[in-house]
Antibody
Framework: EVQLVESGGGLVQPGGSLRLSCTASGFTFSDHYMDWVRQAAGKGLEWVGRIRNKAEGFTTEYAASVKGRFTISGDDLKNSLYLQMNNLKTDDTAVYYC????????????WGQGTLVTVSS | DIQLTQSPSFLSASVGGRVTITCRTSQGINNYLAWYQQKPGNSPKLLIYAASTLQSGVPSRFSGSGSGTEFTLTISSLQPEDFATYYCQQLNSYPLTFGGGTKVEIK
């Protein structure tokens, strides 16, 4: 059974940093594209970024709103996905979801339960 | 960036009724379109991908259609468990983008 479990959310001050983790199980992590998607309270879904599979060098893509501040990485030995978030802004406050896409991209067929990040002074 | 405009943003429908949600894209996306359902307090769930392919386990009352820049999600006979918010997403080019969502409520 595919499972994705996010952790690392919490309260951080504007300008601060936070690293989210997503532990994957039930599939070979390095074979799949993985996404981070966020959702502010009462708002819609916003795609944050994607990491391709190991065969494609774990290369990444980002939304303009986070490019240069957020970094996605993966560790296939730990079956884990990470989202390093720097220079956080109040607009980054949201639930962050880890998602599994297909082996060559495509939609997010599996989602974690999400972890809440609150950026506030 | 490709913009996705969903309509309506809110609709009220009866159990057993037919529901159609439209997603218009700012440019052609080669049918790389997905639909998701999200219930309050839950993570989104993939319903349809490649514009019209039903994800495994999704009831057949859900269907997707369209091409070019206009796509639709249809629920043929609305069930109580279908009251939720629905989102489209384009996967043709980066950055990937979502529509603003359509909330379906009980009439």
């Amino acid at each position: 059974e595919v499972q994705l479990v996010e952790s690392g959310g919490g309260l951080v001050q504007p300008g601060g940093s936070l690293r989210l983790s997503c532990t994957a199980s039930g599939f070979t992590f390095s074979d799949h594209y993985m996404d981070w998607v966020r959702q502010a309270a009462g708002k819609g879904l916003e795609w944050v970024g994607r990491i391709r599979n190991k065969a494609e060098g774990f290369t990444t893509e980002y939304a303009a709103s986070v490019k240069g501040r957020f970094t996605i990485s993966g560790d296939d030995l730990k079956n884990s996905l990470y989202l390093q978030m720097n220079n956080l802004k109040t607009d980054d406050t949201a639930v962050y979801y880890c998602c599994r896409a297909g082996r060559v991209g495509g939609p997010s067929g599996y989602w974690g339960q999400g972890t809440l990040v609150t950026v506030s002074s | 960036d490709i913009q996705l405009t969903q309509s309506p943003s809110f609709l009220s429908a009866s159990v057993g009724g037919r529901v159609t949600i439209t997603c218009r894209t700012s440019q052609g996306i080669n049918n790389y379109l997905a639909w998701y359902q999200q219930k309050p307090g839950n993570s989104p769930k993939l319903l349809i991908y490649a514009a019209s392919t039903l994800q495994s386990g999704v009831p057949s009352r859900f269907s997707g259609s369209g091409s070019g820049t206009e796509f639709t999600l249809t629920i043929s006979s609305l069930q109580p468990e279908d009251f939720a918010t629905y989102y489209c997403q384009q996967l043709n080019s980066y950055p990937l983008t979502f529509g603003g969502g359509t909330k379906v409520e009980i009439k």
